[in-house]
């Protein structure tokens, strides 16, 4: 069977494959369409991050193709009603990285509550910035409100809540008796109380037609004065220079953006020089632990279907 892989994978994940198939594995394919579509019609099985879009001609090129390994858990990427009706299965996976995210979360969220991480270049250049630097906020008695209560949402309140915050949640698939709420000490809240109550809003939602701009410049403005907001879902839920608009402005306390409405993200004017943004390409999923875990599930999946 040929096995096409066309971005970063453990190169210990890709050698379990090579043992048992024929391997394509070049990372730098999916900015090579030409090549990456004469590659795909050989290809028994795909396996992708988050850049490579699963549909139109590359689709239409996976003529043999069993199934897509997604090497994360959006899918956002990959058409996958096309997909099952051409009989090919997806494959995310699924909960592989979800500690990596949470502690990207609780990071973020300490870094820009506190506000002092960044003065490095200025203690080192002289300056003694400590008055300036001497109101920073704790984490410990805060409120995290996380919009999307999967799996990802779920650790990361545990890891939340062992340092202090109080956790609130908000998902419209589940109901306030969901299991997952139940003797977690998680609220089930509606949005707009989340919204407005919450010290850290962290989004963990797909994007779909009823997240798209979900975090547009009036929801940010309900915010909290002070609030920090962190991004690890998917870039099209919040509208990026109505956010910097925000923490230009000082209504927010903070923002953290791994994912960008067009990656990778052009320069963007309304992010220069913007204050108390940390911007990151990408990467809150992508650690040395996880991207170990993420590629040998995919790898032992692919096997399994492919025996």
Request: aromatic share 4%; net charge negative.
């Amino acid at each position: 069977m040929n096995i096409l892989i066309c971005e970063f994978m453990d190169e210990r994940a890709v050698a379990r494959l090579q043992a048992a198939h024929q391997v394509v594995y070049d990372p730098a394919l999916v900015d090579d369409p030409a090549r990456l579509w004469r590659e795909a019609v050989q290809a028994h099985a795909l396996v992708v991050r988050n850049r490579t879009q699963v549909r139109g001609e590359l689709l239409d090129a996976l003529q043999r193709c069993k199934v897509v390994g997604r090497l994360g858990v959006g899918l956002d990427n990959i058409d996958v009603p096309g997909c099952e009706a051409r009989g090919i299965q997806v494959m995310p996976a699924t909960g592989a990285n979800a500690l990596s995210v949470a502690e990207y979360v609780i990071t973020s969220a300490l870094v820009l509550l506190r506000g002092a991480w960044l003065s490095t270049p200025a203690v080192a250049a002289g300056s003694w910035p400590r008055a300036a630097l001497s109101g920073g906020r704790e984490l410990a008695g805060k409120t995290l409100g996380l919009v999307g209560f999967g799996s990802i949402g779920q650790l990361t309140a545990r890891l939340a809540q062992a340092l202090g915050m109080n956790v609130v949640a908000h998902d419209v698939l589940m109901g306030e008796q969901h299991p997952a709420f139940n003797g977690t000490g998680v609220r089930s809240v509606g949005l707009d109380e989340l919204v407005c109550t919450a010290d850290v809003v962290s989004l963990h939602v797909p994007l779909v037609e009823s997240t798209r701009g979900l975090f547009d410049a009036r929801r940010i403005a309900s915010m909290k004065r002070g609030a920090v907001l962190v991004n690890t879902a998917r870039g099209g839920v919040v509208d990026e220079a109505a956010l910097a608009d925000a923490l230009r402005a000082g209504h927010l306390g903070g923002a953290a953006l791994d994912v960008f409405a067009t990656e990778p993200l052009p320069a963007a004017v309304y992010f220069q020089d913007c204050p108390n943004l940390l911007l990151t390409p990408h990467i809150a999923g992508v650690s040395a632990e996880s991207n170990e875990r993420v590629s040998f599930l995919i790898a032992d999946k692919l096997l399994e279907v492919l025996s």
